[in-house]
Nanobody
Framework: QVQLAESGGGLVQAGESLQISCATA????????MGWFRQAPGKEREFVAA????????RYADSVKGRFTISRDIAKNTLYLQMNNLKPEDTAVYYC????????????????WGQGTQVTVSS
């Protein structure tokens, strides 16, 4: 049973940085993709970034490209999202997710989800 637990959310001002983490447990193989998604109030959940766990290749949504960086620490089984130059429109609950399909860096259809961590950016 895969378990995903996000942490590190909080309240920051526009232009500031924040790093959120996702601790993972229960995984038995490494040919998976990990992703970050977010859901703002009244909006659908949207793709933010993804990374292949074994190879490290990445993919980003256009709205965060150049500001956010997804990374992972294989030894710690932890996924990260470094968010720089945050904007009020980045305010959302951020979720990490794991995909076990053979699709290359998918933006939907993930198999396992964490509970989410709130990120609030004030103007």
């Amino acid at each position: 049973q895969v378990q995903l637990a996000e942490s590190g959310g909080g309240l920051v001002q526009a232009g500031e940085s924040l790093q959120i983490s996702c601790a993972t447990a229960g995984r038995t193989f490494s040919f998976i993709t990990m992703g970050w998604f977010r859901q703002a109030p009244g909006k659908e959940r949207e793709f933010v970034a993804a990374i292949r766990w074994s190879g490290g290749t990445t993919r980003y949504a256009d709205s965060v490209k150049g500001r956010f960086t997804i990374s992972r620490d294989i030894a710690k089984n932890t996924l990260y999202l470094q968010m720089n130059n945050l904007k009020p429109e980045d305010t959302a609950v951020y979720y990490c997710a794991e995909d076990r399909s053979w699709v290359n860096l998918p933006t939907s259809g993930y198999d396992y989800w964490g509970q989410g961590t709130q990120v609030t950016v004030s103007s």
